[in-house]
Nanobody, 122 residues
Framework: QVQLVESGGGLVQAGGSLRLSCAAS????????MGWFRQAPGKEREFVSA???????YYTDSVKGRFTISRDNAKNTVYLQMNSLKPEDTAVYSC????????????????WGQGTQVTVSS
């Protein structure tokens, strides 16, 4: 069982930055693919970024060049640095952990955090 706790959300003006953190319990963190997803009001949850167990990173097109995912296996934590934020980035951001399968699909991930709200004002 893995528990995930996100932090770092908040209200920021367009063009600003936030760094989300996701702390995981358990001793096998380094073997998980860690993903970030977001869900805006009235929309489906969508993939944002993933950091695979081997260090490979992936991003959805709309955040490439603005967001950076990283992980610290010693701290069992994955981060999402979000720069040049736009109002359309407003959503609840959730981290998730997967032991295999495609990083892109929500059903690949067995464990989810509770989410943290990110609001970008124009």
């Amino acid at each position: 069982q893995v528990q995930l706790v996100e932090s770092g959300g908040g209200l920021v003006q367009a063009g600003g930055s936030l760094r989300l953190s996701c702390a995981a319990s358990g001793r096998t963190f380094r073997s998980y693919t860690m993903g970030w997803f977001r869900q805006a009001p009235g929309k489906e949850r969508e993939f944002v970024s993933a950091n695979r167990w081997d260090g490979s990173t992936y991003y959805t097109d709309s955040v490439k060049g603005r967001f950076t995912i990283s992980r610290d296996n010693a701290k069992n934590t994955v981060y999402l640095q979000m720069n040049s934020l736009k109002p359309e980035d407003t959503a609840v951001y959730s981290c998730a952990a997967s032991t295999g399968g495609s990083y892109y699909y929500t059903n690949t991930y067995a464990y989810w955090g509770q989410g943290t709200q990110v609001t970008v004002s124009s």
